[in-house]
Nanobody, 122 residues
Framework: QVQLVESGGGLVQTGGSLRLSCAAS????????MGWHRQAPGKQRELVAS???????NYADFVKGRFTISRDSAKNTVYLQMNSLKPEDTAVYYC????????????????WGQGTQVTVSS
């Protein structure tokens, strides 16, 4: 069973920065893609950024140039550096692993963390 724990959220002023972390634990053999999503009140959850095991990153247009995703595969940890934050970035941020391979060779699909609140004040 893969478990994800996020940390690093908080309250920040417009223009400020935060760094989110997400550590995956459990009986994990390998993880290809790790990603961050967010959900603002009254809105659907949306993809923010993702990164492959090879380090290839993809970003939503609304965060390009401001957010940077990175990972430490040895620690099964993914990070999201958020700079130049705007009030519209306020949301609960969720870590996601679409597919993980367990130590027993089984696939675990769509693992989510519990979410961490990011609030950007104007």
């Amino acid at each position: 069973q893969v478990q994800l724990v996020e940390s690093g959220g908080g309250l920040v002023q417009t223009g400020g920065s935060l760094r989110l972390s997400c550590a995956a634990s459990g009986s994990i053999s390998s993880i290809h893609t790790m990603g961050w999503h967010r959900q603002a009140p009254g809105k659907q959850r949306e993809l923010v950024a993702s990164i492959s095991s090879g380090g290839s990153a993809n970003y939503a247009d609304f965060v390009k140039g401001r957010f940077t995703i990175s990972r430490d595969s040895a620690k099964n940890t993914v990070y999201l550096q958020m700079n130049s934050l705007k009030p519209e970035d306020t949301a609960v941020y969720y870590c996601n692993i679409p597919v993980a391979v367990t130590a027993k060779g089984k696939l675990q699909f769509n693992s989510w963390g519990q979410g961490t609140q990011v609030t950007v004040s104007s």
